[in-house]
Every structure is written in structure tokens, then in C-alpha cells.
């Protein structure tokens, strides 16, 4: 059993049971950046897992969804998690996480959500405890479109230069923010992406 604590503005999600596997054809190369770093890169992505999930970008709600990537020469790790009204039921929320690595290769995977508010046992149970925590792919669609200015953006604000990376880009709601960090050592950089989409912003 696999479980995650996801913390949102306004509710914690427990992902409690590993519902389903799918295997996806057509791994492609081993990744080197982080999905969504080139044009069009994440949305064909988030287009792949709904389509895995039964559903599409014009129907579904979101939670939240997230690019990571780890560094890890001859083995680097590329995730993409989104959070969802589950297509069958908006009473429940489902995840999808699909991980490209060496030896596990472009694999999704489903898990069943339950929703709580941070005192982890209130439960949120109907569409209605949580439909204002949700957005939808218009909502976010210009801030995609733009994911490979805020890594650019991203990476020379951080002053790493040849060995930073991108390790994070999750949108929620309320919240958007970008992460960089060190090839060589464990330090990282985070930037929040402006309201209006324009870029990220850099601390005063």
C-alpha cells in the first residue's frame, strides 16, 4: 500500500490504495529534463494520462498537478501527478502518476484519494466539501504554455549555471511555484509564479 501526503491550500489528500497499474507504449528516450521544459511537452503528457485516466482536458476538474524530475546520471527520473474529480464519480478523487526511469519505464499508475482537511480526520467526502479547491485546464493553460519561460527564468535567477536543473513545477489553485537545484549538492531554489502569468517572481 502506497500512501502520500499532498498539502493544498485547503485540504490534505491521502492517496490510500494503489487501485491500478497501466503500462504506456512508446517510452521514447530516457528523460534529461524535466517534462515541460520544451513547448507543448507537459499538456501532450497530461493529455496521455487522462486519456489512461477515461477522460479528457475539457471534462475533468483538477487538484493539483506537478512535474518533477530527479538528477541522477544513467538513471534520471521524470515524474508528472495530476489530481482529479474522478470521471466516474465527482464524489471521489483519484491520482495518476507516470514515472520514466532506467528500469521502469513510462508506467502510470492510479491511486484512490481521500480528502481531509489538515486536521487529517474531518473527512471531505461529496464533490461539494471540495469542488472550491478544484480548477480546470483553461484555468491553467496559459501558465503551461509558459512553463518553458519560467524554467529559463528559473535557472539563471538561481546563479547555479551549468549545474542547475529544474526539479519541480506543481500548480494548485492558489499556488504556483518553480523549483531549481544543484547538480552537486543538496541546495535548491524556489520561485512563485506571478498571478498574472508573466513570469516567476524573485525574492526582494
Same mark, same amino acid.
Given at each position: 500500500?502506497?500512501?502520500?501526503?499532498?498539502?493544498?491550500?485547503?485540504?490534505? +489528500?491521502?492517496?490510500?490504495?494503489?487501485?491500478?497499474?497501466? *503500462?504506456?507504449?512508446?517510452?521514447?528516450?530516457? &528523460?534529461?529534463?524535466?517534462?515541460?521544459?520544451? &513547448?507543448?511537452?507537459? *499538456?501532450?503528457?497530461?493529455?496521455?494520462?487522462?486519456? *489512461?485516466?477515461?477522460?479528457?482536458?475539457?471534462?475533468?476538474? +483538477?487538484?493539483?498537478? !506537478? #512535474?518533477? +524530475?530527479?538528477? %541522477?546520471?544513467?538513471?534520471?527520473?521524470?515524474?508528472?501527478?495530476?489530481?482529479?474529480?474522478? &470521471?466516474?464519480?465527482?464524489? %471521489?478523487?483519484?491520482? =495518476?502518476?507516470?514515472?520514466?526511469?532506467?528500469?521502469?519505464?513510462?508506467?502510470?499508475?492510479?491511486?484512490?484519494?481521500?480528502?481531509? !482537511?489538515?486536521?487529517?480526520?474531518?473527512?471531505?467526502? !461529496?464533490? /461539494?466539501?471540495?469542488?472550491?479547491?478544484?480548477?480546470?485546464?483553461?484555468?491553467?493553460?496559459? $501558465?503551461? @504554455?509558459?512553463? &518553458?519561460? $519560467?524554467?529559463?527564468?528559473?535557472?539563471?535567477?538561481?546563479? =547555479?549555471? /551549468?549545474?542547475?536543473?529544474?526539479?519541480?513545477?506543481?500548480?494548485?489553485? @492558489?499556488?504556483? =511555484?518553480?523549483?531549481?537545484?544543484?547538480?552537486?549538492?543538496?541546495?535548491?531554489? #524556489? =520561485?512563485?509564479?506571478?498571478?498574472?502569468?508573466?513570469?516567476?517572481?524573485?525574492? *526582494?
Amino acid at each position: 500500500m502506497k500512501k502520500v501526503l499532498i498539502k493544498s491550500l485547503c485540504a490534505i +489528500f491521502l492517496a490510500s490504495i494503489s487501485a491500478a497499474s497501466c *503500462q504506456m507504449l512508446n517510452p521514447g528516450p530516457l &528523460p534529461e529534463n524535466i517534462v515541460g521544459d520544451t &513547448p507543448g511537452e507537459l *499538456q501532450a503528457k497530461i493529455g496521455d494520462i487522462l486519456s *489512461q485516466a477515461g477522460t479528457d482536458s475539457t471534462k475533468v476538474e +483538477f487538484a493539483e498537478i !506537478t #512535474t518533477s +524530475f530527479i538528477y %541522477k546520471p544513467g538513471d534520471h527520473i521524470a515524474n508528472v501527478k495530476i489530481q482529479i474529480v474522478s &470521471p466516474s464519480d465527482k464524489n %471521489k478523487m483519484e491520482e =495518476y502518476l507516470w514515472t520514466d526511469m532506467k528500469d521502469r519505464r513510462n508506467m502510470c499508475e492510479k491511486f484512490d484519494l481521500i480528502v481531509s !482537511t489538515r486536521l487529517e480526520s474531518d473527512l471531505i467526502d !461529496t464533490y /461539494e466539501g471540495y469542488k472550491d479547491m478544484l480548477f480546470t485546464y483553461n484555468d491553467i493553460k496559459p $501558465y503551461l @504554455d509558459k512553463l &518553458p519561460l $519560467y524554467c529559463n527564468e528559473a535557472l539563471e535567477a538561481s546563479g =547555479y549555471k /551549468e549545474n542547475a536543473y529544474i526539479d519541480n513545477f506543481t500548480i494548485s489553485k @492558489d499556488d504556483m =511555484y518553480i523549483s531549481v537545484k544543484h547538480k552537486d549538492g543538496n541546495i535548491s531554489k #524556489t =520561485y512563485r509564479i506571478s498571478p498574472d502569468g508573466s513570469g516567476i517572481v524573485i525574492p *526582494q
